[in-house]
């Protein structure tokens, strides 16, 4: 049974070895670190809105980074609870708090984030001087399978999933304009004419081309001096 967690608005998984990573995460100051963790993905509802949002969303997605990295401590690289716990549990807890691990794990978050880079989180974990992971640790996968609970997380999320269309919606009116923008430089178009009513106009008077129209002539002369080069 899940116990929750009011701080980050989650619920605790009741078998997590780290488990007091994440509550000490709740116990620091939670705007700060939402606003680092998300900073360079989401920039349209950061501010706009509930901050419960967030730290509901950040308590979800560390939690499931912990458990990435315990499972595969403990399924792949055969380490018992009490070697991850007495081993890993400081360390990985300095390393989600370190500066550039915050946003890189928030960057899953992101409208068109695919993947991150394993070998990213793999590199500060090393330049922290934090204990050698096993061999068989894989940054790589614990990265994929990080990126795959962050969009569940997304698709469970009516608020997340709404303020990722907003990002959409503000980029795709962004392209528009410096589409206009463009087109006016290179065309010289008057600043007062209407680029979409001028687009409209078009696709409804071209988009049903009469073929039967076209001069086809020059493909008939072709075919003749094919015929005539052939006798």
């Known amino acids: 049974m899940a116990e929750p967690w009011t701080a980050l608005g989650v619920y605790l998984f009741k078998e997590l070895v780290l488990k007091e990573v994440l509550l000490e995460l709740g116990k620091g100051a939670l705007e700060d670190y939402v606003k680092d ?11 706009s809105a509930e901050p419960k949002v967030w730290q509901k969303a950040l308590g979800e997605a560390i939690q499931q980074f ?14 018992s609870g009490a070697q991850i716990r ?17 946003p890189l794990l928030g960057q899953a ?7 991150l880079e394993g070998g990213k989180l793999e590199a500060i ?20 399978l990080y990126v795959n609970k962050v969009k569940q997380i997304i698709q469970q999320s009516p608020e997340l999933r709404g303020i990722l269309q907003l990002e959409i919606i ?8 410096l589409i206009k923008e463009q087109t006016r430089e290179i065309a010289g178009i008057v600043p007062d004419f209407n680029l979409e009513a001028y687009q409209e106009g ?3 008077r071209y988009a049903h081309l009469n073929l039967d129209s076209l001069d086809t002539s020059i493909y008939d002369y072709r075919e003749k001096l094919k015929l005539n080069s052939s006798i």
């Open 37 to 47: 963790f998300f900073k360079d993905c989401i920039k349209v509802g950061v501010t």
């Open 66 to 79: 912990l458990k990435i990295v315990e499972t595969e401590l403990e399924y792949i690289c055969a380490l």
């Open 86 to 102: 007495d081993n890993y549990e400081i360390p990985v807890g300095k390393f989600i708090k370190n500066r550039a691990v915050k």
């Open 109 to 115: 978050f992101a409208k068109d984030c695919l993947a």
């Open 125 to 144: 974990w090393q330049q922290q001087h934090l204990p050698t992971m096993p061999a068989d640790f894989d940054w790589h996968r614990v990265a994929k």
């Open 170 to 177: 503000e980029d795709l009116q962004q392209d528009t304009q």
């Open 202 to 204: 078009l696709q409804e």
